[in-house]
T-cell receptor
Framework: AQSVSQHNHHVILSEAASLELGCNYS??????LFWYVQYPGQHLQLLLK??????LVKGIKGFEAEFIKSKFSFNLRKPSVQWSDTAVYFC????????????FGAGTQVVVTP | NAGVTQTPKFQVLKTGQSMTLQCAQD?????MSWYRQDPGMGLRLIHY???????DQGEVPNGYNVSRSTTEDFPLRLLSAAPSQTSVYFC??????????????FGEGSRLTVL
C-alpha cells in the first residue's frame, strides 16, 4: 500500500521567513500529487496539484511545489510567509488508475508569528 | 452553490449509541467519500462511493456503514459508537469524469465525541 510521509509535524517561523515542507510517497507508479491546507476552524482547501508536465507547480497564495520523481518527493515552498499562513498543511497522493482514493500524510502544523 | 454540507457539526454520544452523519453535495459529483481526522494521523479514508448504489471500503471501515441511494447524499452510520470513534469526520466529493484527477471538495467537518 502506498504511504505518504511528511517530515515535520510542527513548524514555527516568523513572518517573511521562507517555508519548505517535505513530502515523500512510497508508490512506484504514476501518481497525482496534492497539497491541501486547513486554516483554523475551516475545512480542507486545495493549494495546488500535480498531474503531469512541468514538475514545478504554482498554486494559490504564492505557494509552489516541486515534484522530483527520482526522490519520490513533492515539497511545498513559499518564499515569504505571512501570519495568515498559519494552518495545517497536508500532502496527498492518489493512484490515477484506482478511482483516485487519496492517501494523506499526517499533516504539518505551521505557526507564523508576527 | 452550497458545495458539500455536513450535519451535525458537533455531536456527543454515549458508548453503544447509534447515529448518522449526513453529507450532501449539490455539484453533481459522482465520487463521495468519508474521512476521519485524528491528531498525528492525518486523514484516513473510511468509505467511498463512485456513484449511486456503489460503495466500497477504505482504510478504516470497521464500525461504520454507508449507503448511496442518490447522487447527492452519502450518510455515514455508526451502529454502536465506541470511544475510539471520537474524531473529526470529513465528507468530500469530486467528479470522476476524465479519470481520478479532480479536486476533492471537503465539507466543514463533524466533530464527534463518544463518552
Amino acid at each position: 500500500a502506498q504511504s505518504v510521509s511528511q517530515h515535520n509535524h510542527h513548524v514555527i517561523l516568523s513572518e517573511a521567513a521562507s517555508l519548505e515542507l517535505g513530502c515523500n510517497y512510497s508508490y512506484g507508479g504514476t501518481v497525482n500529487l496534492f497539497w491541501y491546507v486547513q486554516y483554523p476552524g475551516q475545512h480542507l482547501q486545495l493549494l495546488l496539484k500535480y498531474f503531469s508536465g512541468d514538475p514545478l507547480v504554482k498554486g494559490i497564495k504564492g505557494f509552489e511545489a516541486e515534484f522530483i520523481k527520482s526522490k519520490f518527493s513533492f515539497n511545498l515552498r513559499k518564499p515569504s510567509v505571512q501570519w495568515s499562513d498559519t494552518a495545517v498543511y497536508f500532502c496527498a497522493v492518489n493512484d490515477p488508475l484506482g478511482w483516485g482514493k487519496l492517501q494523506f500524510g499526517a499533516g504539518t502544523q505551521v505557526v507564523v508569528t508576527p | 452553490n452550497a458545495g458539500v454540507t455536513q450535519t451535525p457539526k458537533f455531536q456527543v454520544l454515549k458508548t453503544g449509541q447509534s447515529m448518522t452523519l449526513q453529507c450532501a453535495q449539490d455539484m453533481n459529483h459522482e465520487y463521495m467519500s468519508w474521512y476521519r481526522q485524528d491528531p498525528g494521523m492525518g486523514l484516513r479514508l473510511i468509505h467511498y462511493s463512485v456513484g449511486a448504489g456503489i460503495t466500497d471500503q477504505g482504510e478504516v471501515p470497521n464500525g461504520y456503514n454507508v449507503s448511496r441511494s442518490t447522487t447527492e447524499d452519502f450518510p455515514l452510520r455508526l451502529l454502536s459508537a465506541a470511544p475510539s470513534q471520537t474524531s473529526v469526520y470529513f465528507c468530500a466529493s469530486r467528479v470522476t469524469s476524465g479519470g481520478a484527477t479532480g479536486e476533492l471538495f471537503f465539507g466543514e467537518g463533524s466533530r464527534l465525541t463518544v463518552l
